[in-house]
């Protein structure tokens, strides 16, 4: 048999033996049978397409790449799901200790490359798998459908990958703003973990803000059990933890009397005084440098002083955002108790019909941002004592509401709210592990209250400091039966 006659019989051994890679290309129906097993497989397993019908090098590293991803993918769910705090711990760098805290982006940093350079090469792989098809050889409508269902997929399936990279640029860049780099974690005080939580409202035509809502949340180190004392703003004489304030004020805080500074010694007059009628940075010359402000790091003392528990840390939300953030949830649910008017009168003995905008209706809503706000800050119908507990209410439904699926599926917007309207000095090294894992307990746990009120036993005008030390006390350690006096 001679050399030209064996020719046609090998080739066609080898079309039958390798039909993805040597097609027959004269048969549309082969082709195009073949262009659709090609365009699946770029899909579902990116890079094998290239294997069977292409450059095997490139092929083999789309192929390397896919199974890392899978294999990041699988170790990271696997994490959400026994070990979430150490997950997060791992990927905002947290564990990374203090000395070495510029490195703490790096992880998401990576993440954030990885997952876009997975979207680039996704792309090569896509238009490499059509040029592989060879679209002039199907049929004409396969052709068009080819192209397209080719980018659909690529746009379905890279989307994913594009919105993580953005996830993990934003929760790295939200982490490093919100939180303090390189402050000192401070270990819980008598089994607690104990954090200011302030409410203000930076409206115009205000020198300082004014803290509106004052509260501290105690978190228990061990069962994430969380209690929430509400302390009256304008709670009078109070005494100080040690400190430039306590020393001031050695018999209580007696305060100013006059426009500028405020009328009276309510605890919420504090910032105004020490920001704008004191020298602050004399009084705290530390502040800054630590996250903090000499306002607040006297209304710590404050609350310290009124509560006899060491309070490290605080949280400062700003009323004038603070509907951005509920919007960013998806609302809020509350079960309103009284009608309740928006806005407030230009003076004094204005009726109610004159000047509200709105009203918030008794019954349960879901709420959005701005109706919420407005049911934390209305007053002019009802007392501070009765707002104080709305703006409970609210904390714990927020709390209440915040699953990890309701921020994943908002997570942009929550991230974008969340940098505008907190101010913190909490460390980075104690958000994770330590507080998330301790947050994660505390969803299975209702969340206890304390009201510093004359509800709760305590005199608006003249309190029992002693008296309010000791409700405290016995509110974060009950006694067991076994502790409890026998009758």
Known sequence: ????????????????????????????????????????LNFLLPGSAQVVAGNRRLGRFGLGATLA??????????????????????????FIPDFLSWFRPLPLTLV????????????????????????????PLSRVAMAIVSVALLVVSGSGAAWAAQAAGTTRDAFAELFAESAPVVPPSDGYYNILLLGADSGEGR???RFDSISVVSINADTGATTITGIPRDMPHF?????????????????YANATCGWGSGINQLRTEVEVCQDGNKLYPKAKA????????????????????????????????????????????IDVK???????????????????????????????????????RSRYTTSDFDRMRRQREL????????????????????????????????????????????????????????ELTPAGGVDEFDPDYAQVQKMVHDKLHPATETEAPSS
Do not use: C
């Open 395 to 450: 904390q714990e439904a927020i709390l209440a509401q915040t699953t990890p699926q309701n921020v994943l599926t908002h997570f942009q917007e929550v991230a974008a709210a969340g940098t505008n309207i907190v101010e913190t000095d909490l460390p980075q090294g104690l958000i994770a592990p330590t507080l998330v894992n301790l947050a994660l307990k505390a969803k299975d746990q209702p969340v206890g209250t304390l």
């Open 69 to 94: 991803m899978w294999t990041i993918l699988v170790l990271a769910g696997l994490g959400a799901l026994l070990m979430p705090s150490g997950l997060f711990a791992l990927a905002t760098g947290s």
């Open 290 to 333: 630590e996250g903090s402000e000499p306002g607040i790091e006297a209304t710590k003392d404050a609350a310290e002083g009124i509560m006899g528990i060491q309070i490290p840390y605080y949280v400062l939300i700003d009323m004038k955002g603070f509907a951005d953030l509920i919007d960013a949830l998806g609302g809020v649910d």
């Open 239 to 255: 005494p100080f933890a040690a400190g430039p304030m306590q020393d001031k004020y050695p018999d209580g805080h007696t305060g």
């Open 112 to 139: 954030q490359i990885a997952l876009i350079g997975y979207v680039v090469l996704w792309i090569v792989l896509t238009v490499d798998t059509l040029r592989l098809v060879r679209l002039v050889k199907v049929g």
């Open 1 to 40: 048999m001679t050399l030209a006659a064996a020719r046609p019989r090998s080739r066609a051994h080898v079309v039958e033996q390798l039909p993805m890679r040597n097609p027959d290309a004269g048969s549309t129906a082969v082709m195009t049978r073949r262009g659709w097993w090609l365009v699946a």
């Open 207 to 209: 020198d300082s803000m």
């Open 338 to 376: 009284e009608r309740l008017p928006k806005g407030g009168p230009a003076y004094d003995g204005q009726p109610v019909d004159d000047w509200a905008f709105g009203w918030v209706e008794p019954g349960q809503q879901h709420m959005d941002g701005d109706t919420a706000q407005w049911y934390a």
